[in-house]
């Protein structure tokens, strides 16, 4: 080749390597809620928005420090509850005036609404006028003036009475705060069946952040979504796309299960029996399928040691019904601290199961024991429990300090 042409190819060759010189923007989202705060503020709309928006809330979620503040509470409440109420009596065809698939708005048309006591201040009390325009409210209230009141109950024991057995409940979640950003969680509650008495938790459970731009002034929303999904089950909250077809991520199932162990603390701890309505709570399962399954099962394992008794039990159980190790005293625990009937029964088969496939050779003393007890064979032992066939089928065991001891599952 004469070295002209040389030239020229590798002139050519070197020309076509260049790169080319548009630009690409690499964004990456900020550490802090007040970083992740301002692109949400920003964007308006578009992936990053929507990727700052779940990472603000995750962050609150998992860090933010709990304001005690009843003033604080109460301002946020207020200003929460005037805006559902206003979504309620708006001209969408979202809200049913009775109870179907669909949120419900007939608290704009029934008696007192009680919150739940604890975080807003005993002296909570507020009306809420509005008109309501739904396009499936009974006609008799259409454009008719509608003054709810709202004031907070005397005890728990008067919540859930109240909602039980005469009209409806709201509940706030701890708020949380982190660089000027609230997290607000609200929930509304109706009478969901008389037998068992129970309530209906009214579904989205309501989501906002705000913030107050001086002390004492208003506070402003960063993000609030109305409803947006007539049917409750293609939306479990108001953070949550209304759309079914839009894919679920991690961040959103983390959230949802949040909101999933805050229902936990709403099932009357007195009551025996679980309505039908409450039977999704204690399953921990959500939207697209399990929210928790095996590849994060670890999100709930540090919960296995909380206060609250039922939260424990549903989490030990979901553990053990995914095939994690759990321990004989931590099923020996939702036996004899949960009332609830079907909570109990899951607990036994737990029991049953590794009992039928972990059975140890019962010591001579364990087995004189249990059969002096009631057990009168087909002694299995399970570190700390025991099981044997007594005059009426199966009775169980545990072995504590003082050695074995019958269960009695609490009633």
Known sequence: MRPFALFCLLAASAAGARPKSSFIEIKSLPSTVKGLAAVVEREKTGDFRTQALWAMEAKLREAGAEVNDPDVVDALLDETLRRVFDDMAAATDIYAWEGDDAPRGDVLIRGTTLVFPGRASTGFSKSYT?????????????????????????????????????????????????????????RLFSKGGTVPPSIRHERPVWVGFFRQEATGGPWNPLVFNPAGAKLAREQETTLLPPDPKVKVTDAMRQHVLAVRLGDLAFINPARAALHESELRWTSLNGLSGPVVDERTSRWIDPLRTVDDALTRAVVVLRLASLGVEVTPDELFDVLVSVKQARVQAEALLAINKRLDASAETPTDDDLARLTALGGVSDVKVWRSLGRAKGGQGFKYFHKGGGGWEPIVPKK
């Open 130 to 186: 509005v008109r309501p325009q739904g396009k499936r409210i009974d006609r008799g209230y259409l454009n008719a003036e509608c003054t709810v009141k709202v004031q907070v109950a005397r005890s728990p024991a008067e919540w859930f009475l109240h909602v039980e057995t005469k009209g409806w409940g709201v509940a706030i979640d701890p708020v949380l705060a982190s660089d000027g950003v609230h997290r607000v969680v609200v």
